[in-house]
């Protein structure tokens, strides 16, 4: 069993940063790869970036490519979403995700664990 949970959502103005933050609790979290999705109001959840456990491998949405990075502290069983370059786009609620072996790293359904999300909004 894996709980997570979210921080670090708020107000931003366009080209400014935030960081997310996903606090892991579970013993089986050590070997969970880490994802962050989105879901903006009136649109389908979207895969945003994720960190592979086995290689340490990372994957992102073309959308956000060069702009977020997401990385993991093991000793604080954290997950960070450094978020760069904000438009007004990324609005949405950010939630983070654990599961174990996906195939892919972006489909919603290789995730086990959700957090409750946290919510960012970009203004123009």
């Known amino acids: 069993q894996v709980q997570l949970v979210e921080s670090g959502g708020g107000l931003v103005q366009a080209g400014g940063s935030l960081r997310l933050s996903c606090a892991a609790s579970?013993?089986?979290?050590?070997?969970?790869?880490m994802a962050w999705f989105r879901q903006a109001p009136g649109k389908e959840r979207e895969f945003v970036a994720a960190?592979?456990?086995?290689?340490?491998?990372?994957y992102y949405a073309d959308s956000v490519k060069g702009r977020f990075t997401i990385s993991r502290d093991n000793a604080k069983n954290t997950v960070y979403l450094q978020m760069n370059s904000l438009k007004p786009e990324d609005t949405a609620v950010y939630y983070c995700?654990?599961?174990?072996?996906?195939?892919?790293?972006?489909?919603?359904?290789?995730?086990?664990?959700w957090g409750q999300g946290t919510q960012v909004t970009v203004s123009s």
């Open positions: 960190r592979s456990w086995s290689t340490g491998g990372t």
């Open positions: 579970g013993r089986t979290f050590s070997s969970a790869s």
């Open positions: 995700a654990a599961g174990y072996y996906p195939a892919t790293y972006t489909r919603q359904a290789e995730y086990t664990y």
